[in-house]
């Protein structure tokens, strides 16, 4: 099979924080002025992508890991994942600040969900002026202390916050509080996982006037009390090369800003490779083919390529490994 580079349809979710971004920044089909997320890359269970390009344009995700397990995964990522597609890609836009929550580790979510846990890292593509996150804690707390804020809604005083602007990026482990402010557009990779506890919503209703479900009690045992300053991610940005961002067990991240083509030897990855784009385009190409990415678009490079070539003047782009 010809596992050219592969782009797939953007699965769209409104949120109550969302906002018009995804459509006014990166041009995805919108039709909600409330759309938070675009999922681009997922095999979660009722929401799984579909190709967007080329002779394999409509087979599903799964359905390519099914039939080509290796050449589209690899052989390592196989062996450890099996046929689950390990990691979640998406671009969200929060017009309004997202719910406080927090993720359990592999352990805990395997235990209560049957689920992976959920470890992500965030780069920031847009911010407003003044735009924040909220990432862990501003010193230790103790459960109790932690209990007692929720209990007299005094949460958002033990809480820290982080200015960003374009750039930024931040590594988000499980176990650590945090939420994303208004006004940011950022690309998000993750465990593929969508165990969330959420502990605090600013006491908003949805259009049916409800408020939203809590996961106080969950979240007790789940939660990091520490206060780390391990979350913003240094990296250099040599242009025309490869800047590591994140590694970790879950996936490794490079920045690479580019101005002339670049052809990289893929043999000894083993791994699907994944062009998230963040500025400027590119084309992306491998022996079997080549396809287009520009800013808020994303392209899966399967693990049988030999190599890949990416021409362009003027691209950002995230590149993900397992």
């Not at 906002?19 to 409330?34: A, M, N, W």
């Not at 920045?255 to 000894?268: A, V």
Request: a negative charge; glycine letters at 6%; proline letters at 3%.
């Amino acid at each position: 099979m010809n596992l050219y580079p592969l782009k797939f349809n953007p699965i769209l979710k409104e949120r109550l924080w969302g906002g018009t971004k995804l459509k006014d920044v990166l041009g995805k089909p919108i039709e909600s002025d409330i759309t938070g997320e675009s999922w681009e890359l997922s095999a979660v269970e009722g929401d799984v992508s579909t190709v967007a390009n080329g002779e394999l344009a409509g087979t599903s995700l799964q359905q390519l890991i099914n039939d080509y397990p290796e050449e589209l995964l690899g052989k390592s990522v196989f062996e450890r994942f099996g046929k689950d597609f390990p990691i979640l890609i998406k671009f969200i836009d929060a017009k309004q600040d997202l719910s406080i929550q927090l993720h359990p580790n592999d352990e805990l979510a395997k235990k209560r969900h049957n689920s992976f846990g959920k470890t992500e890292m965030w780069y920031i593509m847009d911010a407003d002026p003044g735009a924040e996150l909220i990432v862990g804690f501003n010193k230790d707390v103790t459960k109790e202390e932690y209990a007692k804020s929720i209990e007299e809604d005094t949460l958002l005083d033990l809480l820290n916050y982080e200015e960003v602007k374009e750039g930024d990026t931040f590594f988000i482990n499980t176990g650590k509080m945090h939420a994303i402010g208004a006004g940011v557009l950022l690309a998000e990779i993750q465990q593929t996982s969508d165990i969330t506890y959420r502990v605090f919503d600013f006491n908003r209703r949805d259009k049916n006037g409800n408020m939203r479900e809590l996961h106080t009690d969950l979240a007790l045992d789940a939660l990091d009390y520490t206060k780390k300053d391990d979350f913003k991610v240094k990296y250099a940005n040599q242009k025309n090369g490869i800047n590591n961002m994140v590694s970790c067990p879950y996936f490794n991240t490079n920045f690479m800003e580019l101005t002339k083509d670049l052809n990289l030897e893929l043999d000894l990855r083993d791994s699907f490779t994944i062009y998230m784009c963040v500025g400027g385009s590119a084309t992306i190409s491998n022996e079997f083919g080549a396809t287009s990415i520009k800013n808020g678009e994303t392209v899966l490079v399967p693990a049988k390529s030999k190599s890949v070539n990416i021409s362009t003047t003027s691209a950002k782009l995230l590149e993900v490994t397992i």
